[in-house]
């Protein structure tokens, strides 16, 4: 095939999550690889045909368990390690006679029947990665499938901390090393921007100090942790801190240097003590848009703030309908009161 020929029949596409798909097809088999950024043509064709070279054989005549084999080998390097761990515990939950069927002989009834059993004994929002992950498998090696039904997705609605509760935690933590983490967390990052920032990271200017944040440790198969780039390029911004929490992070020379489990476990147990009602960490993230916003700031600065690729998941996940009022760089001095 010329070059020109493999340009027409190449597509590039952004998708929801800011990274770029690039798909070819070629002898009726679907070629794919996503990246982080937006690739020329040249860098396109370069990355199909290591693909190409490399990809197992994906015949539609093969088992279903032999096409998600496949499937998850050819994706290896290019999905993210918490994504490729979350694929390789779908894969063990396949039914057995199921695994064993051949993947050509797969329609829409047997798979919703499948889709159906899963469903069981797991969570809506689990049954429909189940769902996907084996839709995806079949329209990979080329079978034209619909996508099963799933059960209706149930809001997730956590239990929200009064700034009373923050404060008492926060209080709590003070004068440990586990105080800077903490506080991180109430300005708003996620666990996998928390875990892999250093000192280097805090950057002093003319304005007072900043946080960058431009990466992400993530943890993969068997236990292991990887640093990553973030989770959209949205998330990768910088933010201000105050000098008091900066200058915190300096002197004792790191951020964090245990496991985001300790964190979680550590944050249950003082709610315990303190007869709080127990969240996840990750709730933090939903406190830290819920005061501010009460605080009256403008919701689009919150979503770069935040890290969030477009204000639609910030509402979906995390927001009321409150006035907007305030810029970014006064979000910092806010949250700083609050435990003072």
């Given amino acids: 095939m010329s070059q020109k020929e493999r340009l027409r029949k190449m597509t590039i596409e952004r998708l929801p999550s800011g990274s770029y798909r690039i798909r070819q097809t070629v002898d009726k088999k679907r070629y794919s690889v996503t990246v982080d950024h937006k690739p020329t043509q040249s860098e396109?064709?370069?990355?199909?045909?290591?693909v190409m070279e490399n990809q197992p054989c994906l015949n539609i005549k093969g088992t279903v368990m032999q096409c998600v084999e496949g499937y998850l080998e050819n994706k290896c390097n290019v999905l993210s390690p918490s994504t490729y761990k979350g694929y390789t515990s779908l894969k063990k939950a396949i039914d057995p006679n199921f695994a064993k069927m051949k993947m050509?002989?797969?329609t829409l009834p047997i798979l919703q029947q499948e889709v159906n059993r899963f469903a069981v004994d797991h969570s809506p929002k689990y049954t429909l990665n189940y769902s996907s992950f084996l839709t995806s498998v079949a329209r990979f090696v080329g079978l034209t499938i619909q996508s099963p039904t799933t059960p209706q997705q149930v809001p997730y609605e956590p239990y929200i901390p009064s700034k009373e509760d923050i404060k008492r935690i926060a209080d709590s933590f003070m004068g440990s090393e586990y105080e800077v983490a903490f506080l991180l967390t109430m300005r708003g990052l996620r666990r996998s921007e928390l875990m892999a920032l250093t000192v280097d990271d805090v950057i002093k200017t003319d304005t007072g100090y900043i946080l960058r944040i431009n990466k992400a440790k993530v943890e993969g198969?068997?236990?292991?942790?990887?640093?990553?780039?973030t989770k959209t390029m949205k998330s990768t911004r910088t933010i201000k801190i105050s000098d008091d929490l900066a200058e915190k992070i300096i002197d004792q020379g790191y951020i964090y240097r245990r496991s985001v489990g300790y964190l979680r476990d550590l944050l249950a147990k003082k709610q315990d003590q303190l007869g709080i009602p127990h969240f996840p960490l990750h709730v933090m993230r939903h406190f830290y848009v819920s005061y501010l916003l009460q605080q009256g700031f403008d919701r689009k600065y919150l979503q770069g703030d935040g890290g969030w690729k477009n204000s639609s998941v910030m509402e979906k996940r995390y927001l009321h309908a409150l006035e907007m009022k305030e810029a970014q760089d006064l979000i910092s001095d806010s949250l700083s009161s609050l435990i003072e």
Avoid: F, I, M, R
């Fill in 44 to 50: 396109a064709l370069k990355l199909l045909a290591s």
């Fill in 221 to 229: 198969v068997n236990g292991t942790w990887h640093e990553k780039t």
């Fill in 104 to 106: 050509s002989d797969l």
